[in-house]
């Protein structure tokens, strides 16, 4: 028979969080659309979430999952950032290259792809410190429009879906 132990962090409450356990759950649901012709990074308005670490070591796992569509040969970009701070994002990227932190293509403006991201990010703070998190997205050709939520036709019409995108943080005890 074998022995399985989990190493602790003690707090200063005495509570202990084993390493991995997920401390708490902040999350934000997007359901109204918005659209953007951008070329440059902007705020996705209504999807960002702060929180609020509790242990010192902690690291935030960061899901996004979102619903988008675009004009025709469009590529949509997207950005986690903390703060104004970038949270994790491609370094290949030189000359015309976008670094994101994710993307996707629309080929036809009359479907919604769901794409996101997951990712485990180890941010510098301090016990009590509130961590803000926020997505930011572009149109990354001829300025075509992209959009979340809804098809970029957007017509009165049964196959016209029009989803929810989330963004959740989870407290991981390190």
Do not use: W
């Amino acid at each position: 028979m074998s022995t399985l132990k989990v190493n602790a962090i003690t707090e200063t409450d005495g509570s202990a969080f084993p390493f991995g356990k997920i401390i708490q759950v902040q999350s934000t649901t997007k359901t109204d659309a918005t659209s953007t012709t951008s070329s440059s990074f902007v705020d996705v308005s209504g999807m960002s979430r702060t929180i609020t670490p509790v242990n010192a070591s902690s690291k935030i796992q960061v899901v996004a999952s979102l619903n988008v569509s675009g004009a025709a040969n469009s590529y949509l970009g997207f950005k986690v950032l903390i703060g104004s701070s970038d949270t994790s994002i491609g370094t290949h990227g030189s000359g015309s290259r976008t670094n994101c932190t994710f993307g996707a293509h629309c080929a036809d403006p009359d479907t919604v792809i769901m794409c996101g991201c997951n990712f485990l990010h180890t941010p510098s703070y301090s016990v009590g410190d509130t961590l803000t998190y926020k997505l930011q997205f572009l149109s990354g050709f001829n300025n075509r429009e992209i959009c979340l939520n809804r098809t970029q036709n957007d017509q009165n019409a049964l196959f016209t879906m029009c989803g929810i995108s989330t963004l959740t943080l989870m407290e991981v005890s390190g």
